[in-house]
Structure formats: C-alpha cells, structure tokens
C-alpha cells in the first residue's frame, strides 16, 4: 500500500515536498516512482529512484524536483522547488517493476494527493 501526503497550493516559484509511506520494505523494491496526471492529459513519469540510488527525472522538472528515499522510516520523497503553474496536477507514488521510467513499469499506485500551482 502506497500513501501519499504533502499536496497542497502554492504559488509560482515556491515549493512543495511530497511523501509516500510505503507499506512493507522500500529497500526490496526494484525503484519507486512519482508520476502526475494534468487535468485532461495522460499520466506521466517525473522522476525514479533505483535501489542503487540511481535517479531519472523528466526533463520538464530537471534541476527543480529531487527525489529520495528513507529506507528506515520507508518512505519515498519527492522535494518541488520553482514551482510553475504549469505543474498543478495530480501526483502519485508508484512501485516499479524496472527502472523504466513509464506507466506501464508500475506494480502498485497511490490514491495521489493534488498540487496546485497559482500564478
């Protein structure tokens, strides 16, 4: 079970951390993942992290999103820096089955948690 916390609104070029306690051991999973889904637009990746720590970011939030992970508390975090109000969307946590960063590498989902965006 994923469940995510942290959304809320912001206004253009603040910031935003989102989490996502995971249910079992974060450690064993082969990545985790945050996607979000635009009003009226297809689910997109935003970022991985491997269990070798390696990281993938959409290009669209490279240098402005930092994704980690705790696998003490188990807990996948995403860090939402220069937020634009093109980022409003809804965001989920995903386990992976790969390191590829696309919806159809997804094990579990989220319920999401909204993030707006004001200009």
């Known amino acids: 079970q994923l469940v995510e916390s ?6 253009s070029g603040g910031s935003l951390t989102l989490s996502c306690v995971v ?15 635009i009003a009226g637009k297809e689910r997109e990746g935003v970022a991985l992290i491997a269990s070798d720590g390696i990281k993938t970011y959409a290009t669209f939030v ?8 705790d696998n003490v508390k188990n807990t996948l975090n995403l860090q939402m820096n220069s937020l634009k109000p093109e980022d409003t969307a809804m965001y989920y946590c995903a386990q992976m089955k ?3 960063l696309t919806v159809r590498s997804v094990v579990s989902w989220g319920q999401g948690t909204q993030v707006t965006v004001t200009s």
């Open 6 to 11: 942290g959304g809320g609104s912001v206004q």
């Open 23 to 37: 249910s079992g051991n974060i450690a064993s999973a082969v990545s985790m993942a945050w996607f979000r889904q």
């Open 98 to 100: 790969n390191r590829q």
């Open 62 to 69: 490279k240098g402005r999103f930092t994704i980690s992970r």
